[in-house]
């Protein structure tokens, strides 16, 4: 029974692995769509039409907007079409907007997207976009951006109003001050950045100098920090962007430092994550510890079994995000959801469940279903192959240095 599961979840990998791949490539192949329809030009500026659609100076459709007795011109613009386009979280937003020519923004519509579902959805939710409508390109600067989906949010603001900025100096031959871009070391230079740099070096020390104080403060600043404060725990959808090659290398420093960390130590020293740094973790030990009186003492083949649940959890969420492009498959964490911007009632219940669970079997989401955790076993499992070669080494003789090595026999 244990060899056919293992050829199960070896065939899990590979199918794994596989769906990756050709969801990747399929994405890559996929085109953001350039033309709008007529009712989506309709809903940013009435009255022009997709076939008066006009090639030069750039890509535009004109128009006109009567305010006050008078007429402006204006035009109609899909940012995929312009330089530079709305990079996101992960990936491109293209947006269909209209402008007249004083700079005012008339209406903005999302065209296509391929953002991560959760910012994307704190963007609709806070109603971001018709808040930058009738405002002035110049003023886009102003507005406040979406907590929890800052990155996002910045983008869009910054990306639009350059293509204003284009389009005004291109069709209606405005003279445009130039942007002032600030260097893009800068956003390494944060206060979160440095608390997490703080964060994870005690995290690596707490791998080699233990101790229950100790321990716990690493736990506490994590926990303080990483959940509370950046809201950015590792999770599914982040390994996930990372498969696909698509994490926000550019626009989000601290999930650089952190997914560049997390993997490093993983394939070095193991989960160090999982063992001294997440803050989910921090909270099912301290729920143990509440409850450990309590302590539910599980057989071995029980704990074996369930052991196994999140290679299905994995696979489950793989099959869900990659070839159904259902991408809120990967928001199957309590800790996504409870270190969140924007709480859901279902997130919480899960969070509640699971830390509930936890106060009478230690770690009960790490041992049990979590699949960030499965990821990092797989990713370290290396560590095993390299011991056991250590071993028969050592087993063989051939690298021994003692006295006596030389005799027959030895």
Not at 310 to 329: E, H, K, N, T
Not at 377 to 389: D, E, W, Y
Request: charged share 20%; glycine share 8%; hydrophobic share 50%.
């Amino acid at each position: 029974m244990v060899k056919a599961w293992n050829r199960i979840k070896i065939g899990m990998l590979a199918a794994g692995v596989a769906m990756v791949a050709v969801s990747d490539l399929g994405l890559r192949a996929k085109k953001q769509r350039l033309t709008p329809t007529q009712a989506e030009l309709n809903s940013v500026l009435p009255g022009s039409s997709v076939k008066n659609k006009l090639l030069k100076p750039i890509p535009h459709y004109p128009g006109v907007v009567r305010s006050g007795g008078g007429t402006r011109r204006a035009a109609a613009l899909v940012t995929a079409e312009l330089p530079p386009r709305i990079k996101g979280y992960v990936d491109e937003i293209n947006l269909l907007f209209a402008l007249d020519e004083d700079g005012r923004i008339l209406g903005i519509k999302v065209m296509s997207q391929r953002e991560t579902p959760y910012y994307f959805r704190l963007i609709r939710n806070a109603e971001f976009l018709p808040r930058l409508t009738g405002r002035n390109a110049s003023q886009l600067a102003e507005i406040k951006v979406v907590s929890g989906a800052s990155v996002s949010s910045k983008a869009i603001i910054a990306d639009l109003q350059a293509a204003s900025n284009l389009a005004l100096k291109e069709i209606f031959r405005r003279e445009v001050p130039p942007a002032k871009s600030a260097p893009r070391l800068q956003a390494y230079f944060q206060p979160s950045v440095f608390a997490l740099l703080i964060v994870l070096l005690l995290g690596l020390a707490a791998a080699f100098f233990r101790g229950r104080r100790f321990r716990w403060l690493v736990y506490g600043l994590s926990l303080a920090v990483i959940g509370v404060w950046l809201k950015t725990p590792l999770s599914l959808p982040h390994l996930f962007q990372i498969a696909s090659l698509q994490a926000p290398w550019q626009s989000n420093p601290g999930l650089i430092i952190l997914c560049g960390f997390v993997i490093l130590t993983t394939i070095f020293l193991g989960p160090l994550w999982c063992a001294r740094l997440c803050p989910f973790a921090a909270l099912q030990d301290a729920a143990f510890e509440l409850g450990k009186k309590h302590r539910w003492r599980l057989s071995p083949g029980v704990v074996r079994f369930a052991r196994e649940l999140r290679w299905v959890v994995v696979f489950a969420a793989l099959v869900l995000y990659f070839p159904l492009r259902i991408r809120s498959g990967a928001e199957i964490e309590p800790f996504f959801h409870l270190f969140a911007a924007e709480w859901t009632a279902a997130g919480l219940a899960l969070a509640a469940v699971t830390l509930l669970a936890a106060a009478f079997v230690p770690r009960f989401w790490c041992r049990f279903f979590c699949p960030t955790g499965a990821i990092l076993i797989l990713l370290s499992s290396h560590r095993r192959f390299f011991k056991r070669i250590e071993q028969g080494i050592r087993a063989s003789g051939i690298d021994s240095s003692g006295a006596g090595d030389d005799r027959p026999g030895a």
